[in-house]
């Protein structure tokens, strides 16, 4: 399995940015799936994930400093990931990896597959 992410690039703050992370290998279609982000220094944390709830239905969850600027979901067929980025700021700056996983009570849980990150930088 590979995960396919794209769409980063350098953005002025106050702008938007679409973020892609396509499977392929194998359908990812009920796996959970999910953002990470690495600041430079810091610690990779958790931004946003798609939760699969049975059929072609995901539910969403985020982080909470990342709730209201930013929005996630699912598309071709469960497959790919998508993270919205809004209203972002200098502190947004970082590399955006996903990430695929199967997790019950706490997300985001244990991780099977990782992409390669995609780069995102805001200017101020």
């Known amino acids: 399995v590979q995960l396919q992410a794209s769409g980063g690039g350098l953005v002025q703050a106050g702008g938007s940015l679409r973020l892609s992370c396509a499977a392929s290998g194998r359908t990812l279609s009920s796996y959970d799936m999910a953002w990470f982000r690495q600041a430079p220094g810091k610690e990779r944390e958790f931004v946003a994930a798609?939760?699969?709830?049975?059929?072609?239905?995901?539910?969403?969850d985020y982080a909470d400093t990342m709730k209201g600027r930013f929005r996630v979901f699912r598309d071709n067929a469960g497959n790919t990931v998508v993270l919205l980025l809004n209203n972002l700021k200098a502190e947004d700056t970082a590399v955006y990896y996903c990430a695929a996983g199967r997790w019950s009570a706490v997300v985001p849980g244990p991780v099977d597959y990782w992409g390669q990150g995609t780069q995102v930088t805001v200017s101020s």
């Open positions: 798609t939760r699969w709830t049975g059929g072609s239905t995901y539910s969403a």
